[in-house]
C-alpha cells in the first residue's frame, strides 16, 4: 500500500479567482481510520479555502496533539504549518498572530486537546479575541490511545473497553458563549452544505471564531446510543438555519419573506445569510444562543449552525493598537525612537 498522492491532475481542471484548482489546497493521503469523520472536516476545508480563493502560502495550519490534529498534514500542503505539543496550539496561535497579523490563522484541535489537558489556553485565546478560526473535531474520545472517555462524553457513556464516564460533560459550544466568543458555531462532519459556509463565515470574521464539529470516531465512539455517532447525530441533528455565505466581491441580493431569513453584514462587506431562523433565536443576541443551546440540549437535540456572532467585534490586534507590518520586516529605525524620545521616556520613571 502507498501513501504518495500522485501529482497528474487532469489539465482542465477548474480553477478559483487566482488560478488554483482543488488540488492546490490537498495534502497528504490520510492515514486516519476509514470513514473518520476528521477526513470529512478536512475536505470541507480544502473546499472552503478553496471557494474563497485564499492563496495557500497565506494560511498557517497550527495544531497540538491527537488525531485531530494529524489532519494539517492532509489540507494545505503548500501553507504555513505548526504542530505543538498537547493542548498548547492556543499559545502558538496567539503568539504567531502578534508576530504577523497578515496570515490567516486555522486551529485544528480535538476535545482531548482542548477541553481537558489545553482547557486553560483556550479560554484565554478566547478572551483575547485572537484573530484565528479555531476547529474542534470531537468525537468523544482519545482516539490514538484506544478510545478512552473525553471531558465531552457523555454522562454514563461505555467506552471501548466497557468503562462509564461518571462526570459530567463539558460542552466546548457553551463555554464558548459563556466566556465571550465573538463567533460560535457547531456542525456535524458529515454535513457539508453546512460547514463549508460556516468555515468560510470564520475565516471572514475579525475575532476569535469557534466552531465545534460533531466528527464520530468509526472504532471508538460510533454506537448509536452515543450523541456523538453518525446515527444519533443524523436523527437528532437541529440546525438553526440554511447558511449562505456571501462573498463581498458579489452583488448581494435578498429576496424573502419577513421573518424567514436574515442577513448578518461582516467586517469586510461579506455577508450570511441564515434562512428558515430556528424560533426564539437570534444570532447576534448572546442571551437568545444560550437559551436556545439550553432548550436543545434538554430536548437531547444536537443544535447544529451558526449560534452567535458579533458582527462588531473587535481583534486582538485592534485591542492591543498592534504594528500593521510582520515584526520580522521592521527595521532598526521602525524600533529605535532615537536617544532624545529614549530620554524622555527614562525621565518619565525618575
Known amino acids: 500500500m502507498t501513501y504518495i498522492k500522485p501529482k497528474f491532475r487532469h489539465p482542465d481542471m477548474p480553477t478559483n479567482q487566482i488560478g488554483y484548482s482543488k488540488s492546490d489546497y490537498e495534502g497528504a493521503i490520510s492515514t486516519l481510520c476509514g470513514g473518520c469523520g476528521h477526513d470529512s472536516i478536512s475536505a470541507a476545508i480544502v473546499q472552503a479555502c478553496y471557494e474563497m480563493s485564499v492563496e495557500p502560502h497565506r494560511l498557517a495550519k497550527l495544531s497540538g496533539i491527537g488525531c485531530s490534529s494529524k489532519t494539517p498534514t492532509y489540507f494545505l500542503s503548500n501553507s504555513h504549518g505548526f504542530n505543538s505539543v498537547h493542548g498548547r496550539m492556543p499559545s502558538i496561535a496567539t503568539g504567531a498572530s502578534l508576530a504577523n497579523r497578515e496570515l490567516i490563522y486555522l486551529g485544528v484541535s480535538g476535545d482531548g486537546d482542548s477541553a481537558s489537558i489545553g482547557m486553560g489556553q483556550f479560554v484565554h485565546v478566547i478572551r483575547r479575541n485572537v484573530n484565528m478560526v479555531y476547529i474542534v473535531m470531537n468525537n468523544g474520545c482519545y482516539g490514538l490511545t484506544k478510545g478512552q472517555n473525553s471531558a465531552t462524553a457523555d454522562v454514563n457513556a461505555a467506552s471501548k473497553s466497557g468503562s462509564a464516564n461518571l462526570y459530567p460533560t463539558i460542552d466546548l459550544v457553551g463555554l464558548a458563549l459563556e466566556l465571550g466568543a465573538t463567533f460560535v458555531a457547531r456542525s456535524f462532519s ?94 447576534r443576541d448572546r442571551a437568545s444562543a444560550v437559551n436556545r443551546l439550553l432548550t436543545a440540549k434538554a430536548k437531547g437535540e444536537v443544535l447544529t449552525g451558526l449560534l452567535y456572532i458579533d458582527p462588531g467585534s473587535q481583534d486582538m490586534h485592534e485591542l492591543e493598537q498592534t504594528v500593521l507590518q510582520p515584526l520580522n520586516t521592521l527595521q532598526e529605525k521602525d524600533l529605535c525612537p532615537g536617544a532624545e524620545a529614549l530620554g524622555k521616556i527614562m525621565g518619565g520613571f525618575r
Not at 441580493?253 to 469586510?268: A, F, K, P, W
Request: net charge negative; with cysteine; aromatic share 8%.
Open 190 to 283: 458529515g454535513d457539508k452544505t453546512q460547514l463549508v459556509p460556516l468555515i468560510k463565515a470564520a475565516m471572514a470574521h475579525p475575532g476569535f471564531a469557534f466552531i465545534d464539529v460533531v466528527s464520530p470516531c468509526v472504532t471508538f465512539n460510533n454506537k448509536p446510543t452515543s450523541t456523538k455517532s453518525y446515527d444519533y447525530v443524523r436523527e437528532h441533528q437541529e440546525a438553526t438555519s440554511s447558511i449562505d455565505f456571501v462573498p463581498s466581491r458579489d452583488e448581494i441580493v435578498i429576496d424573502y419573506r419577513e421573518g424567514d431569513s436574515t442577513v448578518v453584514e461582516l467586517h469586510d462587506g461579506s455577508a450570511l445569510h441564515l434562512h428558515k431562523l430556528a424560533p426564539h433565536w437570534d444570532p
